[in-house]
């Protein structure tokens, strides 16, 4: 399987798990900028295949997403 299908069925495959469709990954829209940078986190995180490596981003992310979460509740 070449790249480009590869990167399609892990998309279809994301966008499924998620429940959003595929097309919600193919561009930054005025909606929602974050779109762009979500289909360039996805593509990154297909080129890690080292599992260390997958978990050290992991890792980075749930730090990310605690402190993004106590601010939200510190500011309630």
């Known amino acids: 399987m070449d790249n480009k ?3 399609d ?3 279809r495959d994301i966008a499924k798990a998620v429940g959003c ?4 990954f193919s561009s930054a829209t ?3 900028p974050g779109t762009g940078t979500t289909l360039e ?3 990154l995180w297909d080129m890690i295949t080292e599992p260390q490596a997958r978990q050290r981003v ?3 992310a749930r730090q990310e997403a ?4 106590a601010r939200m509740q510190a500011a309630e």
């Open 5 to 7: 299908l590869k990167s």
């Open 9 to 11: 069925a892990l998309l």
């Open 21 to 24: 469709p595929v097309e919600a």
């Open 30 to 32: 005025d909606r929602d």
């Open 41 to 43: 986190l996805f593509h």
């Open 58 to 60: 992991l890792a980075c």
């Open 66 to 69: 605690a402190r993004q979460r």
